[in-house]
C-alpha cells in the first residue's frame, strides 16, 4: 500500500513505476518526502521493514561485495545518513542489486510515506514488484532465480570472446555427438571404411594408370631420340668416310702416283735406323714425298671430292700411305679455300704431316698401326678409330681405306707389300682421313636434342677395339649422365656398320616418375578421406534423423507417410497410462518458467527410462500430463499390454517418491489406467503426430483426474485384464466414497474402479 501526505508529490518512485501500475490512483501530485518503511510478504511471509533496518542492510551487502559507496542503493548519494529520515531528490531510483537481494520473492509491497493526512493507493503488486526487481525480462535469465548482478559496474562490459567460446562449444559438442554416433552404429564406420578403400583404391588406380602412360611414353620418347640419334650418326659416319673411296679409286686410276711406292721401296729400304724397333719406326723419303707437284696433284683428288660431300671443316686432314709410308698429307702446311692449317697439328706437334712424315705403319711395333694394318690388308674392311685426343682436336676420329694394285703376272713379287715382315700381295697402300668430332656433334644438335626433351643421356661404342691411352668407349654424354641407372634409364643399341655397335643410355635423373605423381597422391588419400567422412556424415545424420523420427512415431506409420499413404490403424483393446503433478499450477506459478522446464525434463527424462523398460509407447506429454499406450502400436496380448503399463505405473510412483527437484522440493504425481479399443493414425500434414482416438482415452484420463495423490486408479476393464496377468498378480482395492464403492466419472456416471495398494507388495511374479 501507499500512504501520502499533504502536499506530498509523486515524484520519487515516477521513474520505476509506470502509469499503468498505479491503477487509478489519484491524479494530485505528491510532494517530496521521505520514505520511512517497506512491507511485503515473501511466500506468505510478512516482510516488514523501516528505513533504518533497510539502510544498516544495505550497508552489510554492499560492505560483504565491497560495491563503494553506501549510497549505490540509489542514483544520488544519501542526504543525511544520521538521522531516521532519508531524503531522496526527484527523479530517484530506490531500485538496486541489494534490495533486490533483501527482498527476495516478495508478491506484496507497501511504502509507507509519513503524512498528516494520508489516504491510500492501491497498485497492482505484482508489477509493482517487477517493475522494482528489474522487469519481466528477469524471468529468463539462466542460472538460478535469483542470481547476483555485478553491482561492480554501471554497464555490464560485453564479452567480445562470447562468439568464439560458444563456436567452439558448439564444435565440440558436434564432434562429441558425431563420434558416439559411430560408436553406437558399427555400420556407418564400417561403410565408410568401405567408401574410403573404394575411393582409394580407384583413385590410385586412376593414378598409376596416368602414371604407367607417361612413363611409357617417356621412355618411348627416350627410345625414339636415342635411335633417330643413332641411325644420324650412322648416316653421318658413313658420308664422311664415302670420300675415301672416291680419293681411293682416284690414286689408282688418276696414275700420278703409280711410281710412288716404288720409289719408296720395300722395307727396310732407305730405314732410319734410330727408329727401328720404336712405335715410330721411319723411312727417308726426303725428295720422294716432298715433291710439290705430287702434292697439288693429290690436292686436286682430295678437295673437290671433300667439298662435294658438305664436309668441309668436318674432315679436316686427309693423309696418303704408299707401302703402307706417310707420304702425302692435306692440307700440307699452308691453308686452303677447303682446308684450314689451324683445325690440324702443325710443325713438330703429334700427329702432323712433318713429324709423321716417312712413318712406316706397316712395320711399327705401334698395336694401334698393327690393329690398323691387320684389318686392311688381312680383314680387308674399312677401318674407323676414337674417338681420341689430338690436339688442336679435342676428339676425333680417324678413317683408313686400303689400295690395292693390279697384279704383275709376270711378276708376283712386285706387287707385294710388306706387313710386319710378311708379303701382302697387290697391297699398294692406305687413304686415311681425320675427323673432327666435336664439330658432327654440333651439327647432330644431341645435346638439345636430349636437353628439350628432359634427358640426360650417354653414347657409348659397346664392341670394337679400344685401345687404353689412345681412345676411349665414350663418344658423347650430357652433364649428369654418371647419375644415369638401370632404374632411372634405358639403354637404345644400334649397329653404326662402320664402328660397330653404338650404345646410348638415355634417362631422367629423378627417375621416370611423372613430378605430378607425389601430388597426385596426396590429393587422392586426401579426397578419399573427405568422401568417407562426408559418407559417415551423411549416415550418421540420416540415422539422427531416423532415430528422431522413430521417437516421434512408429516405424510403420513413417513408411505409410514416406509412401504417401493416410495412416490410420484400429486396435481393439489396449491399455492407456494417465498422470499429472498434482498442484502443478500453484507450483509453476512461483517458479520461472525455465525452471519449470528443467524440472519437468529431468522428471520425464527418467520416465522415458521406464516407458523403454517395460516395451509399452510413450504417446505424448502436455505440460505435466503424460500418456503411454500399452498394446499398440506394437500388438500384443491385451493381458500382456495391461502388465506392462501396469507395471510401468508402480514404478513410476516409486521414482516419484525419491524425486526432488533442484530446490529440493518434493512432487506429487496421481495416476489412471483404463482399457478399451482405440484407433491410431496421423492427422494432418505439418508438424504430424501419431495420436490415439477412442472412448479409452476419455476414460483413461478421467481415471486420472479423478484419483489420488500418489495413487494409481484403473478402471473395471484394465483391473480385470491384470487378473488374467500370465505371470504377474496385482494387489488391488476397489475404490470407495462415502460408503459407496466407485466413482462419479465426468461424462460417464457412476464407475467403479480400483486403486493399487501402496506400501505392500503390489505385484508378485508367478514364475
Given at each position: 500500500m501507499w500512504s501520502k501526505g499533504k502536499g506530498n508529490r509523486r515524484g520519487t518512485l515516477q521513474s520505476q513505476i509506470s502509469e499503468s501500475d498505479w491503477n487509478g490512483a489519484p491524479t494530485e501530485e505528491v510532494e517530496q518526502g521521505d520514505i520511512t518503511s517497506i512491507t511485503g510478504s515473501s511466500s506468505g511471509a510478512e516482510i516488514q521493514m523501516n528505513i533504518d533496518s533497510i539502510y544498516d542492510a544495505i550497508k552489510n551487502v554492499e560492505k560483504e561485495e565491497d560495491a563503494g559507496s553506501k549510497g549505490h542503493l540509489f542514483d544520488s548519494k544519501l542526504v543525511n545518513p544520521d538521522v531516521n529520515s532519508y531524503a531522496y531528490p526527484r527523479k530517484t531510483s530506490i531500485v538496486g542489486a541489494p534490495l533486490r537481494k533483501l527482498v527476495k520473492r516478495s508478491t506484496e509491497v507497501s511504502f509507507t510515506v509519513p503524512s498528516s493526512n494520508s489516504e491510500s493507493l492501491s497498485a497492482p503488486p505484482s508489477n509493482i514488484w517487477t517493475k522494482l526487481l528489474g522487469g519481466d525480462d528477469d524471468l529468463w535469465d539462466k542460472g538460478d532465480m535469483f542470481a547476483e548482478d555485478d553491482d561492480n559496474s554501471e554497464y555490464r562490459e560485453e564479452d567480445r570472446c562470447e562468439p568464439v567460446k560458444t563456436c567452439s562449444r558448439s564444435c565440440y559438442l558436434e564432434t562429441r555427438h558425431f563420434f558416439s554416433t559411430l560408436a553406437k552404429y558399427p555400420y556407418i564406420t564400417a561403410v565408410s571404411f568401405f567408401v574410403l578403400v573404394l575411393c582409394l583404391s580407384a583413385g590410385m588406380a586412376a593414378v598409376n594408370s596416368e602414371r604407367g602412360k607417361h612413363i611409357m611414353q617417356a621412355q618411348s620418347s627416350a627410345a625414339f631420340v636415342a635411335t633417330d640419334t643413332a641411325i644420324w650418326f650412322a648416316n653421318e659416319f658413313r658420308r664422311a668416310m664415302l670420300p675415301l673411296y672416291g680419293i681411293q679409286q682416284g690414286v689408282i686410276h688418276s696414275g700420278y702416283f703409280d711410281t710412288l711406292k716404288d720409289k719408296i721401296g720395300s722395307y727396310p729400304q732407305n730405314v732410319i735406323q734410330e727408329t727401328v724397333g720404336t712405335p715410330m719406326t721411319k723411312r727417308n723419303v726426303t725428295g720422294i714425298c716432298d715433291d710439290k707437284?705430287?702434292?697439288?696433284?693429290?690436292?686436286?683428288?682430295?678437295?673437290?671430292?671433300?667439298?662435294?660431300?658438305?664436309?668441309?671443316?668436318?674432315?679436316?686432314?686427309?693423309?696418303?700411305?704408299?707401302?703402307?709410308?706417310?707420304?702425302?698429307?692435306?692440307p700440307s702446311g699452308e691453308s686452303t679455300e677447303h682446308f684450314k692449317k689451324e683445325d690440324f697439328p702443325q710443325g713438330d706437334e703429334r700427329g702432323s704431316a712433318q713429324s709423321t712424315l716417312g712413318f712406316d705403319a706397316g712395320n711399327s711395333d705401334n698395336p694401334f698401326w698393327n690393329m690398323v694394318t691387320k684389318d686392311l690388308f688381312i680383314e680387308r674392311k674399312l677401318n674407323v678409330f676414337g674417338p681420341f685426343t689430338l690436339p688442336p682436336l679435342k676428339e676425333t676420329f680417324c678413317g683408313h681405306l686400303s689400295i690395292w694394285s693390279e697384279l704383275d703376272q709376270n711378276n708376283s713379287t712386285q706387287n707385294a707389300?710388306?706387313?710386319?715382315?710378311?708379303?701382302?700381295?697387290?697391297?699398294?697402300?692406305?687413304?686415311?682421313?681425320?675427323?673432327?668430332?666435336?664439330?658432327?656433334?654440333?651439327?647432330?644438335d644431341i645435346y638439345e636434342r636430349f636437353a628439350s626433351r628432359g634427358f640426360e643421356f650417354e653414347l657409348y661404342r659397346v664392341d670394337g677395339p679400344v685401345i687404353e691411352g689412345a681412345d676411349r668407349a665414350t663418344l658423347a654424354k650430357s652433364g649428369l649422365s654418371h647419375l644415369l641407372n638401370p632404374e632411372n634409364s634405358i639403354s637404345i643399341e644400334t649397329e653404326s656398320e662402320l664402328h660397330g655397335i653404338w650404345a646410348n643410355k638415355v634417362g631422367v635423373v629423378d627417375g621416370w616418375e611423372p613430378s605430378w605423381y607425389p601430388m597426385a597422391v596426396a590429393v587422392v588419400v586426401l579426397l578419399s578421406f573427405l568422401f568417407a567422412f562426408m559418407t559417415a556424415s551423411m549416415l550418421v545424420e540420416r540415422q539422427l534423423h531416423r532415430d528422431l523420427l522413430y521417437r516421434v512415431m512408429p516405424s510403420r506409420a513413417i513408411k505409410k507417410l514416406q509412401r504417401g499413404q493416410t495412416v490410420l490403424e484400429k486396435f481393439n483393446l489396449v491399455t492407456i497410462f494417465f498422470s499429472d503433478i498434482v498442484g502443478f499450477t500453484n507450483m509453476a506459478g512461483n517458479m520461472r518458467p525455465l525452471q519449470v522446464m528443467a524440472m519437468l525434463?529431468?522428471?520425464?527424462?527418467?520416465?522415458?527410462?521406464?516407458?523403454?523398460?517395460?516395451?509399452?509407447?510413450?504417446?505424448?506429454?502436455?505440460?505435466?500430463?503424460?500418456?503411454?499406450?500399452?498394446?499398440?502400436?506394437?500388438?500384443?496380448?491385451?493381458?500382456?499390454?495391461?502388465?506392462?503399463?501396469?507395471?510401468?505405473?508402480?514404478?513410476?510412483?516409486?521414482?516419484?517418491?525419491?524425486?526432488?527437484?533442484?530446490?529440493?522440493?518434493?512432487?506429487?504425481?496421481?495416476?489412471?489406467?483404463?482399457?478399451?479399443?482405440?484407433?491410431?493414425?496421423?492427422?494432418?500434414?505439418?508438424?504430424?503426430?501419431?495420436?490415439?482416438?477412442?472412448?479409452?482415452?476419455?476414460?483413461?484420463?478421467?481415471?486420472?483426474?479423478?484419483?489420488?495423490?500418489?495413487?494409481?486408479?484403473?478402471?473395471?476393464?484394465?483391473?480385470?485384464?491384470?487378473?488374467?496377468?500370465?505371470?504377474?498378480?496385482?494387489?488391488?482395492?476397489?475404490?470407495?466414497?462415502?460408503?459407496?464403492?466407485?466413482?462419479?466419472?465426468?461424462?460417464?456416471?457412476?464407475?467403479?474402479?480400483?486403486?493399487?495398494?501402496?506400501?505392500?507388495?503390489?505385484?508378485?511374479?508367478?514364475?
Amino acid at each position: 500500500m501507499w500512504s501520502k501526505g499533504k502536499g506530498n508529490r509523486r515524484g520519487t518512485l515516477q521513474s520505476q513505476i509506470s502509469e499503468s501500475d498505479w491503477n487509478g490512483a489519484p491524479t494530485e501530485e505528491v510532494e517530496q518526502g521521505d520514505i520511512t518503511s517497506i512491507t511485503g510478504s515473501s511466500s506468505g511471509a510478512e516482510i516488514q521493514m523501516n528505513i533504518d533496518s533497510i539502510y544498516d542492510a544495505i550497508k552489510n551487502v554492499e560492505k560483504e561485495e565491497d560495491a563503494g559507496s553506501k549510497g549505490h542503493l540509489f542514483d544520488s548519494k544519501l542526504v543525511n545518513p544520521d538521522v531516521n529520515s532519508y531524503a531522496y531528490p526527484r527523479k530517484t531510483s530506490i531500485v538496486g542489486a541489494p534490495l533486490r537481494k533483501l527482498v527476495k520473492r516478495s508478491t506484496e509491497v507497501s511504502f509507507t510515506v509519513p503524512s498528516s493526512n494520508s489516504e491510500s493507493l492501491s497498485a497492482p503488486p505484482s508489477n509493482i514488484w517487477t517493475k522494482l526487481l528489474g522487469g519481466d525480462d528477469d524471468l529468463w535469465d539462466k542460472g538460478d532465480m535469483f542470481a547476483e548482478d555485478d553491482d561492480n559496474s554501471e554497464y555490464r562490459e560485453e564479452d567480445r570472446c562470447e562468439p568464439v567460446k560458444t563456436c567452439s562449444r558448439s564444435c565440440y559438442l558436434e564432434t562429441r555427438h558425431f563420434f558416439s554416433t559411430l560408436a553406437k552404429y558399427p555400420y556407418i564406420t564400417a561403410v565408410s571404411f568401405f567408401v574410403l578403400v573404394l575411393c582409394l583404391s580407384a583413385g590410385m588406380a586412376a593414378v598409376n594408370s596416368e602414371r604407367g602412360k607417361h612413363i611409357m611414353q617417356a621412355q618411348s620418347s627416350a627410345a625414339f631420340v636415342a635411335t633417330d640419334t643413332a641411325i644420324w650418326f650412322a648416316n653421318e659416319f658413313r658420308r664422311a668416310m664415302l670420300p675415301l673411296y672416291g680419293i681411293q679409286q682416284g690414286v689408282i686410276h688418276s696414275g700420278y702416283f703409280d711410281t710412288l711406292k716404288d720409289k719408296i721401296g720395300s722395307y727396310p729400304q732407305n730405314v732410319i735406323q734410330e727408329t727401328v724397333g720404336t712405335p715410330m719406326t721411319k723411312r727417308n723419303v726426303t725428295g720422294i714425298c716432298d715433291d710439290k707437284d705430287l702434292q697439288d696433284k693429290f690436292r686436286s683428288i682430295v678437295e673437290p671430292i671433300n667439298a662435294e660431300n658438305n664436309l668441309d671443316g668436318v674432315v679436316v686432314s686427309y693423309r696418303l700411305f704408299p707401302n703402307n709410308v706417310a707420304c702425302l698429307n692435306e692440307p700440307s702446311g699452308e691453308s686452303t679455300e677447303h682446308f684450314k692449317k689451324e683445325d690440324f697439328p702443325q710443325g713438330d706437334e703429334r700427329g702432323s704431316a712433318q713429324s709423321t712424315l716417312g712413318f712406316d705403319a706397316g712395320n711399327s711395333d705401334n698395336p694401334f698401326w698393327n690393329m690398323v694394318t691387320k684389318d686392311l690388308f688381312i680383314e680387308r674392311k674399312l677401318n674407323v678409330f676414337g674417338p681420341f685426343t689430338l690436339p688442336p682436336l679435342k676428339e676425333t676420329f680417324c678413317g683408313h681405306l686400303s689400295i690395292w694394285s693390279e697384279l704383275d703376272q709376270n711378276n708376283s713379287t712386285q706387287n707385294a707389300l710388306t706387313l710386319q715382315g710378311s708379303p701382302v700381295v697387290g697391297a699398294w697402300g692406305f687413304i686415311m682421313n681425320f675427323l673432327d668430332w666435336g664439330k658432327l656433334l654440333e651439327r647432330s644438335d644431341i645435346y638439345e636434342r636430349f636437353a628439350s626433351r628432359g634427358f640426360e643421356f650417354e653414347l657409348y661404342r659397346v664392341d670394337g677395339p679400344v685401345i687404353e691411352g689412345a681412345d676411349r668407349a665414350t663418344l658423347a654424354k650430357s652433364g649428369l649422365s654418371h647419375l644415369l641407372n638401370p632404374e632411372n634409364s634405358i639403354s637404345i643399341e644400334t649397329e653404326s656398320e662402320l664402328h660397330g655397335i653404338w650404345a646410348n643410355k638415355v634417362g631422367v635423373v629423378d627417375g621416370w616418375e611423372p613430378s605430378w605423381y607425389p601430388m597426385a597422391v596426396a590429393v587422392v588419400v586426401l579426397l578419399s578421406f573427405l568422401f568417407a567422412f562426408m559418407t559417415a556424415s551423411m549416415l550418421v545424420e540420416r540415422q539422427l534423423h531416423r532415430d528422431l523420427l522413430y521417437r516421434v512415431m512408429p516405424s510403420r506409420a513413417i513408411k505409410k507417410l514416406q509412401r504417401g499413404q493416410t495412416v490410420l490403424e484400429k486396435f481393439n483393446l489396449v491399455t492407456i497410462f494417465f498422470s499429472d503433478i498434482v498442484g502443478f499450477t500453484n507450483m509453476a506459478g512461483n517458479m520461472r518458467p525455465l525452471q519449470v522446464m528443467a524440472m519437468l525434463n529431468e522428471l520425464y527424462t527418467e520416465l522415458d527410462k521406464l516407458v523403454e523398460k517395460h516395451q509399452i509407447y510413450k504417446v505424448e506429454t502436455i505440460g505435466d500430463a503424460f500418456m503411454v499406450v500399452g498394446g499398440a502400436p506394437d500388438r500384443v496380448p491385451a493381458p500382456i499390454a495391461a502388465q506392462r503399463v501396469a507395471l510401468f505405473a508402480l514404478d513410476v510412483v516409486e521414482f516419484v517418491k525419491d524425486f526432488r527437484t533442484k530446490n529440493g522440493d518434493q512432487i506429487f504425481i496421481r495416476a489412471g489406467l483404463a482399457s478399451g479399443p482405440v484407433c491410431a493414425g496421423v492427422v494432418g500434414h505439418s508438424m504430424p503426430r501419431y495420436c490415439f482416438f477412442g472412448d479409452t482415452v476419455n476414460v483413461a484420463s478421467r481415471m486420472e483426474s479423478t484419483s489420488s495423490k500418489m495413487k494409481i486408479q484403473v478402471s473395471e476393464l484394465t483391473y480385470r485384464l491384470l487378473q488374467d496377468s500370465p505371470d504377474m498378480t496385482f494387489d488391488f482395492e476397489k475404490r470407495s466414497e462415502g460408503g459407496h464403492f466407485g466413482v462419479e466419472v465426468k461424462g460417464k456416471g457412476h464407475q467403479i474402479t480400483y486403486v493399487a495398494v501402496l506400501g505392500v507388495l503390489n505385484c508378485t511374479s508367478l514364475n
